[in-house]
């Protein structure tokens, strides 16, 4: 014992230094207790089902050995259906599995309501074709619904007609007749641009909506 120091002040000293270590263990333990300073986890939003658009798809039957001839064409072919494809999945929801051939007998080129379109002339293995024969795939000029909904010459379902004045101004109509419409239908080389493409593919779809 230090000769400055009584019993009394030993003992107060000691529980001092204990009421020290008792406080320290105190807040030890409630830092370290759960969701003190600490944010609750958040409870992960639940998954959502995601449904993805209908797409038009396409396959191309080749020969086995096919000739220079066949490949060429197949080549033109696959460039126009690409393209044409890729314009249609981009514009519309559109969904249509088609199978594709090369026809020499086919003097033009055709599409059935079936999902197969026949290419054979090489002037008609462009963009502008296979827009206009992917649309017969998909009901125009080909299902009851074309028929019924285009008797008269001039479309009736309010979609379309719609979009064609939209287009064009409010006195537009869209003609039907010969399992074609137009303005928009592509029939023709001279009808096709960009504008004139993206508008028939829209058209298509609308008409889809009609009831095609």
Do not use: C
Request: aromatic residues 8%; positive net charge.
């Amino acid at each position: 014992m230090s000769p400055r120091q009584t019993p009394q002040s030993t003992e107060r000293t000691t529980v001092s230094w204990r009421h020290k270590v008792l406080v320290a263990a105190l807040a030890a333990a409630v830092l370290a207790g759960p969701g003190v300073a600490q944010a609750a986890p958040q409870t992960a939003a639940a998954p959502r089902e995601q449904v993805s658009a209908a797409t038009i798809t396409w396959n191309l039957e080749r020969a086995s050995n096919p000739t220079q001839d066949q490949r060429t064409a197949y080549d033109l072919i696959t460039a126009a259906m690409n393209a044409a494809v890729a314009r249609y999945n981009n514009l519309s929801d559109l969904g249509k599995n088609i199978t594709v051939r090369y026809d020499p007998g086919v003097p033009t080129a055709d599409g059935n309501l079936n999902g197969t379109i026949r290419f054979g002339n090489r002037g008609y293995m462009t963009e502008r074709t296979a827009l206009h024969e992917i649309a017969h795939t998909i009901g125009v000029g080909t299902s009851s619904g074309w028929s019924s909904l285009s008797s008269g010459g001039t479309w009736r379902g309010a979609q379309a007609t719609a979009l064609v004045k939209r287009f064009d101004g409010s006195s537009a109509k869209l003609s039907a007749g010969g399992g074609h419409f137009w303005p928009y239908g592509l029939n023709y080389d001279n009808e096709f641009s960009n504008t004139a493409a993206d508008r028939h593919v829209q058209i298509v779809a609308a008409m889809v909506r009609d009831g095609l």
